[in-house]
C-alpha cells in the first residue's frame, strides 16, 4: 500500500470517527435527559458528557473538543436552547480538549489523570455556564441554580466513563 492511500485511508477514518463521537454526544445529550425544575434556567442533566469524555480519553484532545463543540451546540441548535449553541460550542469543546489533553500528557494515564481530567472539565462547566447565565439573565444569583445540575451531569459521566476507559482502549486499539 503506498503512502498516499494510507494517508487517505487514516484522514477518512479520522473524520468517520470524529463524526460518531458528534452524533453519540448529541443523542446522548438530546434523548438521555431530565430538565431540571429548579430556580432559573435550573440546566438539564444529560448523559452527551459520556461521549465527550470518551472521544477525548480514548481518541485525544482534537477528538473531545470535536465532539463536545459540535455534539452539544448541535443539541442547542435544534432544541430550542439556540442562545446557548455559541457558549455551549466554546465551553464544552473546550472541556474535551483540556480532557483530553490532562489525559495524555498526565504520567501514567490511570484513573488519577482521568479523575483530574473529570475534575478540570466540571470546574469549567460550571464557571463557563455560570458566567454565560449572568449574561443572558444580567443577574449574579439567578445562575448559581443551574450549578448542581452541571455538577451532577459531569460526575455522573466520569463515574461511567473512567472504570471503561483502559477497556474501550484496547478495544479500538488505542492503549
Known amino acids: 500500500m ?3 492511500h494510507s494517508s487517505r485511508s487514516s484522514k477518512t477514518k479520522r473524520l468517520v470517527i470524529h463524526a ?8 446522548a445529550t438530546m434523548f438521555i435527559n431530565i430538565r431540571l425544575p429548579i430556580m432559573g434556567n435550573g440546566g438539564l442533566i444529560h448523559l452527551g458528557n459520556v461521549p465527550l469524555f470518551i472521544a477525548a480519553f480514548v481518541y485525544g484532545r482534537k477528538a473531545g473538543a470535536i465532539a463536545g463543540a459540535f ?5 442547542d441548535l435544534i432544541s430550542g436552547w439556540t442562545a446557548w449553541a455559541p457558549f455551549t460550542f466554546v465551553i464544552v469543546g473546550a472541556m474535551g480538549y483540556v480532557a483530553g489533553l490532562i489525559a495524555e500528557k498526565m504520567p501514567g494515564k490511570g484513573i488519577l489523570a482521568y479523575s483530574l481530567a473529570v475534575a478540570v472539565a466540571l ?6 455556564y455560570y458566567f ?3 449574561i443572558l439573565y444580567s443577574n449574579w444569583i ?8 452541571n455538577v451532577l451531569q459531569v460526575v455522573v459521566a466520569g463515574i461511567i466513563v473512567i ?3 483502559g477497556r474501550l482502549k484496547k478495544i479500538v486499539g488505542q492503549g
Open 2 to 4: 503506498d503512502s498516499t
Open 20 to 27: 460518531l463521537l458528534i452524533a453519540f454526544t448529541l443523542a
Open 71 to 75: 455534539g452539544m451546540g448541535l443539541f
Open 123 to 128: 470546574l469549567m462547566k460550571v464557571v463557563g
Open 132 to 134: 454565560v447565565e449572568v
Open 142 to 149: 439567578l445562575p448559581f441554580g443551574s450549578i448542581p445540575g
Open 163 to 165: 472504570p471503561l476507559v
